[in-house]
């Protein structure tokens, strides 16, 4: 029942943004991700960042993996430094990233050197396209 852009859910896709100071779920691709990034390097006002697909590798995606990574790293040693226990501000960061098709083992050994990692899979067959 949501008017797109005119309440809680938007989206930005490249020069094309329906969203307004209402928007708390913003579909985004990754270039605008990636910029939102460049505004705000901490994501101050972002709870959680879905990212599906993430076994389509590229440039812009291994660098918004890295990123984030090196986000919740800086956002878990500013909690250290506050004395906090949760990793993470006042409104911690989580990431979940999903794939139909990727091996997990691959980032769940990127982020799990550093953070704790839980993994979820669906069992099933894959359907012939």
Avoid: W
Avoid at 106 to 127: N, R
Wanted: net charge negative; hydrophobic share 40%; aromatic share 6%.
């Amino acid at each position: 029942g949501e008017m797109l852009g005119e309440g809680a859910v938007g989206y930005a896709v490249r020069g094309e943004s329906r969203q307004n100071s209402d928007t708390s779920l913003l579909f985004c691709t990754t270039g605008v991700l990636l910029r939102m990034l460049e505004e705000d390097s901490g994501l101050s006002n972002v709870t959680h960042v879905l990212i599906d697909e993430v076994h389509e590798r590229s440039v812009e995606n291994d660098f918004l993996l890295l990123t984030l990574r090196m986000l919740l790293l800086r956002r878990r040693e500013a909690a250290r430094q506050r004395g906090v226990d949760e990793p993470g501000s006042e409104r911690p960061l989580k990431i979940c990233l999903m794939s139909a098709t990727l091996d997990s083992d691959v980032l769940t050994a990127y982020f799990d050197s550093e953070f704790a990692v839980e993994s979820v899979s669906f069992p099933g067959a894959q359907q012939p396209v």
